[in-house]
Each structure stands twice: as C-alpha cells, then as structure tokens.
C-alpha cells in the first residue's frame, strides 16, 4: 500500500493529541501517587507501585487504541501491552498495511520509581516503514505544577516527524516548534570518532551471567568504547560521556536532536523504536544493525554504504545527524558510516534475534 | 561561626534567584547556539561549541559570586571555574566561616551537547556543613519555548533545601512547592535491596586503562550490582535499572527526590554534590563512604551507625530517604545502613582521595 492512501498530516495530528492526551494521564496519575491526599491517598494505599504502573500503563494503551481506531479504523495496531498477552512467539507481525506501533508507557522501570527518563511512543509504518513518529516526554516539562492546577497547558519535550517532511522538537504541545537536529547546520562527525561523541546505553533486562551471554558482550562493550585511546587492546574509543536513561525511545529521540551522538543498544522491540526511528531519519540519522555483520574486518577500510536495521531486528546502532565535512570530501553518510564502522570496531555483538527477520 | 548568624531563609532567596538567573542565562545561551538567525549565527559561527560552553559557564559563575558578593559580603566562595584557576594542590578550603560552594554549570559534557542533564549547584556551608542546598535543572522544563519568548517564567526542576526544615521540588521558580521526598511516607528499602532498587553511576574522566585503575573499578562495581542474583561469584544485586546523567548534582537531586535508589560515585568534587547533599540529607537521605571502610568483612553482619561522607572527600555513596519498615522493627535509618553494606559488598573501592582530609 502507497504511502499516499493515509492522510500523514491527519496520522500526525490524531497521534500527536494521543500521545499529549496519554502522557499527561501518566503524568496525573504519577502525581496522585505523591499527593497523599483525600481519595488519592486511599488509591495510593491499595495498590503497590508496580500495579499503579500496570494499570496507567494499561489505561494508557487504550486511550490511544481507542482514538487511533475511532479515527483509522482500518488501519492495524501493535501496543506493547496487548502485543505481549497475544504474542508468546514473538513472532513480527508489522506488514505492509498501515500500522500503528505504540508504546503507550517507554521506561515502565522509571515510572514506578518517578525518575522522570519516560514517554509516549507512537509511530505509523506504512509499507512496513515507519512514515509518522510522536515522542512525548511529559516529565521534560513544567512536571511538578502546584496541586490543582494539573489542567495546564502541557509543557513536556515533544517530538514528531512525517516522512520526508523533517523532525520538529516543541514544548507547547506542538503549537510552536523548532527544527531537528537543534543545530543548523549540525556540526559533522569528528574525524577521531567516536572520541569527542556522546554515547547512550542501556544495561536492559537480561542480566544472566554466563560467558559470552548479552551482560557480558554489553560490559565489555560500554568499556572498550569508554577506555582511553590506546587502551583496551587497542580499542578504547574514549568517548566524551557515557549517558543510560532508561528509555531506549528517549535515546533515540536525542540522537534526533543532536545531543547523543552513537546510540548502541540490543534487545528492544518495535514499539521502543518505531517512532524514533522516523524522527531520527528525518533529522538526518541513521540507524543500522548495532552487530558488526558477518565476516567485518575492522582491518580493512571500507566505503561499502550500510543497510538500515530492520524496524523489528532488535538490534540497534543509531549515528546522529550530521553535516558534509567542510574539511574533507566526506559526505554526511559517509561520516555516519565511519563511525558506525569504528563502534563496530569496539563492541562485542549481542545474541537478540527475531524469528522471521 | 553558629548558624544562627546567617539568615537561611535569605540565604536560600538569593541562592534561589541567582541558580535561577544563572540557568535561565545558560538555556538562553543554548538557544542561541541553536538558533540560526542574525547575530547569534555570528558567535556560533565564530566559536566552536566547547568556547561557547567556557564562556557561558564562567559568566554564569560571575552572576552568581557577584550576586553573593553583594548580599554576603563577608561570606567566603568557592566556585568550580575560579577554584580550578587557583589550587594546583587540590587543598580543601572549605572552612568553618559561612561559605558558599557553587557548580555554575554542573554537567558540563551535556551542555556542549545539548543533552538536558545540566544544573546550576549553588550551597551554604556553615561550620564546614552543608546548611542550604539550591539545585536548577533549566532543560528540565518547557526547554523549546517560540522563539522571541525566552521572558517565560523559568520552569525548569528547581530543588532546594535549608538544613532542619525539609526539602522541596517546584516547577514555578519556588513560588510552590512539593517536599520531597515525591512519595509520602517515602517506601520502605526492600528487603532484598539492592534487587528491585534503581542505581545512579557514573563513568567519569578517568579512563585509563590500568589494572586496579579507577575505570576497572568502577566497571567491575557497576557489573556487580547489575548482575543476576547469585552471579558475578555471588556479587550479583540485580538492581532493577542503572541510569547515568553526566551529572552528580542531578544524580543526588534524584536520590532526594527517592526516583534514585542509590548513587554510587568517586571523583566529583564539593561544588558537585555540596547543594545536593543538603537538599537529601533534609529530604531523609543519606551520603556515606562509596568505599567500604578498612577491614570491612561482609560475611560478618553489623548494625554500627556509618558515618556521613566527608564534603570533600571526593567519594559517595547515597541512599534515598525511606519510612521505617511496617514488617520489621527496622528503623529507615537501619535499613539505609542495611542498603550501604549491601553496595559495599558489591563493589571494589575507588582509589580518589582529597590532601588533608
């Protein structure tokens, strides 16, 4: 199906009041459970932290079937909450038909605890690729309003995209935005990188402590890209900061924007990274396998250019927007490309795979 | 000097508007950097990014010394950009006499990227302890106002905190509150912490790569609290997420807040965390010793107090404020010391230390 039968402009508008209407649901509902106060605190008393999340993660999710549906009845829906009760295969169920690919609650670890590294997730695949993308960050904002006054006008970081049409960052609720990447024109990829870049990670759920098992390659990898240059074996990539928030969503989206240079990550799914990745690419990013592929020697330089990931290969390596070099004759890509090849160079491959992909 | 000669509640007034001012000025300086229109395309253009940042944080730091200059002009001043000009030997100057410790730009790294982790650190210390505690996050507010409306009211986190009367969050400048920590009663430590506990680390400068060097050290520690129950030789605490901000300053803000578990981190300095112990020492929290004492032995259990850190010790382990326990006869100061030992017997000591203390 052509991209053209869905009305982009429409899918952005209805995702975007979907995911402020979600976010700010979440966003109340964090408060309640820090005011203790009248019927809240009874709420609050009754149920532990982690069932208040399940239910607003849960609450969250319909909010948006439900208006997706009311607005795109056609159109197909994959949310992480009601993928995983259907789905014990894992099997990648995004096809060529309009998909709607929703993380109603990304960074479900910090919500329960408060931390503020959470949002919105939902992006539109058309053809089996991601065409609209909304990010809303409802703690990246004026969070903590004096009590009663929770109808305000919503001030969290949010992030949309359309295919083709750039990637914007607002925090009115989109009434006002700025261009992504923040910079313009964004500064090119440093010829010694990845020294000088910043770089996202996340330690993730599988912690087993097995030789050779995700934990491990994962450390090893953090560390030879944190090292000193000469270090590790040669390795160390002297990155200029390391950064794990907890969201790969959120890591995404500031790759978009300019601030996280290499985003490296193995273990998320589609939902996490849906609606980043249209953001990302139109911000002039790119994401690509976090593996090196089969048979890489990182002896050998080359300008082969690298395929992007799949939406649903779990494995993810995301460079940010960049800039021709004006020093060289490097392209953008080209330079994106380098740098992939020099993480590449650094990290152990990780073992998450998709039946089908 | 007793505290009662200095007006706290002043002191947190002008400490407030000046972290204030201070950030406001910093995010508008952002937003120049990524805004390309008239005159300021020309300073981009002219510096490159890291410039810009000295610039902004060195005249972030005269807003704030001139302003305590004026109010307090008996008081003495340390700050991070005029102390790193001036004590080649890293001698701790902070003395009995009322002091104010000041971070103008904590999170340096994120700034020059644009990453919203970045804080101005503003504290009093009066007979060498931390007395009133000023932290602003700007980023952490309705960062990407319409252009031409940078007068907004500020909105960013603002933490503050005057040693016997609490501690607080607000979103409006200060004009109201929430006290942290978010959660009233603050949970109990969980049983089995550090499981189910969320972690604040960071990777630091030092990244040498040198068996028994500080990296090594820290990877080591990180890997141990992250690791399964029951692995990495039984080191294992499967702590339920490990963040890193790039700030020590926000990392404690968090653990007030209660978001963050545990910060455990060597190497940062008294303007880093001297704000953010007195907002969570008032919140209810903690900052001992990130290393474990001489002849620790962690087959055999204790219940002796641990004492606090000292300011300038350059070493911390925080824990968050929490309520007795309902189960036990625990008390919550109990169950701190209890969360302390636990990360003692995780990690492998750091080797920073500060001359004279």
């Known amino acids: 199906m052509a991209n053209t039968t869905v009305d982009l402009d429409h899918a952005l508008?209805?995702?975007?009041?979907?995911?402020?209407?979600?976010?700010?649901?979440?966003?109340?509902?964090?408060?309640?459970?820090?005011?203790?106060?009248?019927?809240?605190?009874?709420?609050?008393?009754?149920?532990?932290?982690?069932?208040?999340?399940?239910?607003?993660?849960?609450?969250?999710?319909?909010?948006?079937r439900n208006g997706l549906k009311k607005h795109f009845p056609d159109h197909a829906f994959v949310g992480e909450e009601s993928y995983g009760q259907g789905m014990p295969n894992n099997e990648y169920i995004v096809g060529d038909e309009p998909t709607w690919v929703v993380d109603p609650l990304d960074g479900t670890v910090n919500y329960i605890h408060l931390f503020p590294t959470v949002c919105v997730s939902i992006g539109l695949c058309v053809g089996g690729v991601p065409v609209v993308g909304v990010i809303y960050a409802p703690f990246f904002g004026a969070a903590y309003p004096p009590d009663g006054s929770a109808s305000a006008a919503p001030s969290g970081h949010l992030f949309t995209a359309i295919q083709g049409r750039g990637a914007f960052i607002s925090s009115d609720g989109g009434k006002s935005r700025r261009?992504?990447?923040?910079?313009?024109?964004?500064?090119?990829?440093?010829?010694?990188?990845?020294?000088?870049?910043?770089?996202?990670?996340?330690?993730?759920?599988?912690?087993?402590?097995?030789?050779?098992?995700?934990?491990?390659?994962?450390?090893?990898?953090?560390?030879?890209?944190?090292?000193?240059?000469g270090g590790r074996n040669g390795k160390g990539g002297m990155v200029h900061g390391v950064r794990s928030l907890g969201s790969a969503t959120l890591d995404l989206?500031?790759?978009?924007?300019?601030?996280?240079?290499?985003?490296?990550?193995?273990?998320?799914?589609?939902?996490?990274?849906?609606?980043?990745?249209?953001?990302?690419?139109?911000?002039?990013?790119?994401?690509?396998?976090?593996?090196?592929?089969?048979?890489?020697?990182?002896s050998v330089s080359s300008t082969t250019p690298i395929p992007a990931a799949p939406l649903g290969g779990r494995r993810y390596l995301a460079i940010r927007p960049c800039s021709d070099s004006p020093e060289s004759s490097e392209t953008a890509r080209e330079a994106q490309d380098r740098l992939v090849r020099e993480v590449w160079k650094r990290v152990e491959g990780v073992t998450y795979s998709r039946p089908g992909l």
């Open 179 to 229: 261009a992504l990447p923040l910079q313009s024109p964004a500064p090119p990829i440093p010829p010694n990188a990845p020294k000088g870049c910043t770089l996202a990670v996340e330690w993730g759920k599988d912690r087993r402590d097995v030789p050779g098992g995700n934990l491990e390659r994962k450390v090893n990898s953090f560390w030879n890209l944190a090292g000193e240059i």
């Open 253 to 298: 989206a500031f790759v978009a924007t300019g601030a996280i240079d290499i985003f490296w990550e193995g273990g998320c799914w589609e939902w996490d990274v849906c609606a980043g990745i249209c953001i990302l690419v139109e911000a002039g990013g790119i994401v690509v396998d976090c593996n090196p592929p089969e048979g890489f020697d990182p």
């Open 13 to 64: 508008a209805v995702a975007t009041d979907l995911a402020i209407q979600a976010g700010e649901q979440l966003l109340t509902r964090a408060r309640e459970r820090i005011t203790p106060s009248g019927a809240q605190l009874t709420i609050a008393q009754k149920l532990n932290a982690v069932d208040l999340v399940t239910e607003a993660d849960e609450d969250a999710e319909k909010v948006i």
